[in-house]
């Protein structure tokens, strides 16, 4: 996937060519991101918190044993679901609303 540094120097780069790092803001949030080739302008894919990666967990569980019953598959979505909205507010916590 190629990627234009739209903030940056506006030279496109290979999104497989750029390593995804992370660091660490204050209450063990992890911001993830990736940092342009060229220009080191930094791009941020997503925040992720504790209850959010044992939430992460469990999905990764559930997916790895099948889901066989409509109540297995109903907790995966729901569970899913969770997850993109807690994304979500964390992104707003950072970066306030846009
Ligand atoms: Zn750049």
Not at 20 to 49: D, G, M, W
Not at 73 to 86: A, D, V, Y
């Amino acid at each position: 996937m190629k990627i234009q540094c739209e903030l940056g120097c506006s030279k496109i780069f290979e999104l497989n060519d750029v390593a995804a790092k992370f660091q660490y803001l204050p209450k063990k949030v992890e911001r993830h991101y990736i940092e342009c080739p060229h220009c080191q302008k930094q791009y941020t894919s997503y925040y992720l918190n504790e209850p959010m990666k044992v939430l992460q967990r469990k999905i990764r569980t559930l997916s790895e044993k099948g889901m066989h019953t409509t109540k297995q598959k109903n907790k995966f979505t729901q569970m899913k679901g969770q997850l993109g909205i807690m994304m979500d507010q964390l992104k707003k916590d950072h970066e306030g609303n846009d």
